[in-house]
């Protein structure tokens, strides 16, 4: 069974950057999807960034195009999201999940999707 450890969330400010990690146990890292979630108190937990197993294919929620982007690197069993020109908006608890769904060709953003979730990082961005 895959684990996820996510790391580098934080207290920022208002057009600061972030960059977050989401570390996986276990050698089949590279034969997943990987994606990001959020939630804010009181919302659902949204998609942000996916990427597909070799990381050709990636895709970002409209709210986070232009500012955040979703990366891997598959010798290091690990994800990124790097998150610049944060806003206020943007502050929310950050999750990464697994998609072992092995035939989908490209990237899904349903939450129930995904089967595999880390414990979350928060990140506050302050106006």
């Known amino acids: 069974q895959v684990q996820l450890v996510e790391s580098g969330g934080g207290l920022v400010q208002s057009g600061d950057s972030l960059r977050l990690s989401c570390a996986a146990s276990?050698?089949?890292?590279?034969?997943?999807?990987m994606g990001w979630f959020r939630q804010a108190p009181g919302k659902d937990r949204d998609f942000v960034a996916g990427?597909?197993?070799?990381?050709?294919?990636?895709k970002h929620a409209d709210s986070v195009k232009g500012r955040f982007t979703i990366s891997r690197d598959n010798a290091k069993s690990t994800v990124y999201l790097q998150m610049n020109n944060l806003k206020p908006e943007d502050t929310a608890v950050y999750y990464c999940?697994?998609?072992?769904?092995?035939?989908?060709?490209?990237?899904?953003?349903?939450?129930?999707?995904?089967?595999?979730w880390g414990q979350g990082t928060q990140v506050t961005v302050s106006s």
């Open positions: 999940a697994v998609d072992l769904e092995g035939l989908y060709i490209g990237v899904r953003t349903a939450r129930d999707e995904y089967d595999i």
């Open positions: 276990g050698s089949t890292f590279s034969t997943y999807n």
């Open positions: 990427i597909t197993r070799n990381g050709l294919i990636t």
